[in-house]
């Protein structure tokens, strides 16, 4: 099950997020003995000023993860607190992405479990822009460099090169076939983000006229596959 509460001090949310989840848990065994129980909390809190919610904001986090903690204690079972995909940014962009990827991050920090970001969402969740999408993907995919094992070995040291450099007496890295060999995989080069920081509104409409020509061709290139209709029907 998922809940989601509006409003509310933080202890009463809890213990309204919290009596869902185990309803939710009533109802699942009642209906099928032993079934698995689990689920996701993902809170909202309302900005009083113009009624607009934002599952990002830091009282709709701490409202996320004292559910969580609540729920663990209680009945020893593990649920979900929230996820990095429903920024409340009206419009595709770095903003949403960095908002999204915030608060994912924050998420991980406090459970030990890194919640997804890629989904394209915006308006917390109203509306689905592919645009949001590939800038999303391309963020997750940079986190790779971030993943263990490293590669630890002869080649990815390169003694030799560093020796031949010499504290750039002799030349300097750029000058190197090792460098040539491994700068893409061992650099993040996006496609469609800048490595420059962000340097006012005309780069990143440059990086949105980018994610958009890349979706057009996307959908360009689409071919429907052939398929057994019969089988569909099956199905």
């Known amino acids: 099950p998922t809940t989601t509460a509006y409003g509310g001090m933080v202890a009463g949310t809890v213990v309204v997020a919290a009596a869902e989840l185990i309803a939710n848990w009533i109802a699942g065994r009642a209906l099928r003995s032993g079934v698995a129980l689990g689920g996701g909390v993902w809170i909202a809190t309302m900005d009083m000023r113009n009624g607009e919610s934002s599952y990002s904001a830091a009282d709709a986090v701490i409202r996320n993860l004292t559910v969580r903690e609540f729920v663990r204690r209680w009945t020893g079972l593990v649920v979900g607190a929230g996820g990095g995909v429903y920024s409340p940014a009206k419009t595709p962009g770095l903003y949403a992405l960095l908002e999204n990827a915030y608060t994912a991050m924050t998420l991980a920090a406090y459970t030990g479990s890194h919640p997804g970001v890629v989904a394209g969402h915006l308006d917390g969740g109203l509306t689905i822009s592919p645009v949001q999408f590939l800038l999303e993907t391309e963020l997750t995919q940079s986190l790779a460099h971030l993943a263990p094992p490293l590669d630890i070995s ?6 030799d090169t560093i020796l031949s450099v010499a504290h750039a007496e002799k030349g300097d890295y750029l000058q190197t076939e090792h460098t040539l060999r491994h ?53």
């Open 183 to 235: 700068f893409r995989s061992a650099l993040w080069l996006p496609e469609l983000a800048g490595r420059a920081g962000w340097t006012g509104v005309d780069s990143e409409e440059q990086v949105l006229r980018r994610a958009q020509r890349k979706v057009d061709e996307l959908i360009a290139s689409y071919r429907k596959p052939d398929v057994d209709e019969d089988m569909l029907a099956k199905l």
């Open 154 to 159: 002869e080649e990815t040291i390169g003694l």
